[in-house]
């Protein structure tokens, strides 16, 4: 499976909300999502949110590996490629929902869809969701979470900086209230795309 991403994306969600008190920086931004972009690969995906290599590639491989059903498929390989065109922040989690949409859209078996959550803390210990280039540089602590559908529960965590225990929780509290948009941001555009057809 190839997933490619573009800026001209067909399907496009506007999510905008706030999800805590805590106030406008803690909102997450445009989501745009395409599927079925290549012809060749059984599933393709464009995922764009807003306009470390290796490490970066193990927790993805790790996250999908926590959701695949592989014991229905013995002996077969998945391989999910990822392209990033362009970096406007919160990467990580970008790449996490693009690889969740395009094994969705080759039809892989999972027990639960998945989803990535930015969360930046800066220097006065403000929380901002979903943080741009910009704002994950000046923060002091930027922590991405992958969380599956079913529950909320945490399948990867990645963390970079300094924070505090009761920090680490608040963003995870603030990620799995976001996860809810994303989840429905997959909804929508599943149904919009296989209403289609």
């Given at each position: 499976m190839e997933e490619e991403m573009h800026t001209d994306a067909k399907i496009r969600a506007e999510i905008g909300t706030g999800c805590s008190p805590r106030g406008p920086g803690c909102s997450l931004r445009h989501f745009a999502c395409e599927q079925n972009l290549l012809s060749r690969p059984d599933g393709s995906a464009s995922f764009l949110q807003g306009?470390?290599?290796k490490s970066r590639e193990r927790l993805i491989r790790n996250t999908c590996e926590a959701v695949?059903?592989?014991?229905l498929h013995p002996r077969t390989s998945i391989t999910v490629v990822l392209q990033v065109v362009s970096d406007a922040g919160s990467l990580l989690a970008c790449c996490l929902n693009a690889a969740c949409m395009a094994l969705v859209d080759a039809g892989v078996p999972m027990r639960a869809l998945f989803c990535g959550v930015t969360c930046a803390l800066d220097s006065d210990g403000t929380l901002v969701l979903?943080?741009?280039s910009k704002q994950e540089k000046e923060?002091?602590?930027v922590l991405t979470f992958a969380l599956d559908s079913v529950e909320r529960k945490l399948l990867m965590s990645s963390t970079k900086?300094?924070?505090s225990d009761s920090e680490?929780?608040?963003c995870l509290a603030a990620a799995q209230a976001a996860s809810q948009h994303v989840f429905r941001f997959y909804r929508e555009s599943l149904q919009r795309r296989y209403s289609k057809s």
């Open positions: 306009v470390a290599e695949i059903l592989g014991t979903d943080p741009t923060a002091r602590a900086g300094l924070y680490l929780q608040q």
